[in-house]
């Protein structure tokens, strides 16, 4: 079983910037993939990036729609994957969560084996 624990969300304006942590705990393995999704009042839970690891490399993954003012990285010795939000926009406010499967599952959220229960982002015009 895998813990996941959001947090960094709060109240920002436009504009500004933003890190999301994901503290993973309980059964880990060498070889994972963590994924940030978000969801807006009313709108369906969107892909934001992915990192995914094994002992030989690295690699992230955004939407089709492409990289966007995020950037995803992971911290080795904690366990935490962090999501940096930069030029903040009001259509940035959702609801964040990270997900965590053994390898990467694609944009799909109802894939990822484990979620987190969100950290929430409001951006303020």
């Known amino acids: 079983q895998v813990r996941l624990d959001e947090s960094g969300g709060g109240l920002v304006q436009t504009g500004d910037s933003l890190r999301l942590s994901c503290a993973a705990s309980?059964?880990?393995?060498?070889?994972?993939?963590v994924a940030w999704f978000r969801q807006a009042p009313g709108k369906e839970r969107d892909f934001v990036a992915a990192?995914?690891?094994?002992?030989?490399?690295?690699?992230?993954y955004w939407p089709d729609s492409g990289k966007s003012r995020f950037t995803i990285s992971k911290d080795n010795a904690s366990s935490t994957v962090y999501l940096e939000m930069s030029s903040l926009k009001p259509e940035d406010t959702a609801m964040y969560y990270c997900?965590?499967?053994?390898?990467?599952?694609?944009?799909?959220?109802?894939?990822?084996?484990?979620w987190g229960q969100g950290t929430q982002v409001t951006v303020s015009s």
């Open positions: 990192i995914s690891w094994t002992p030989y490399s690295t690699s992230r």
């Open positions: 997900a965590a499967d053994t390898q990467y599952r694609g944009s799909r959220p109802d894939v990822y084996a484990y």
């Open positions: 309980g059964r880990t393995l060498s070889s994972y993939t």
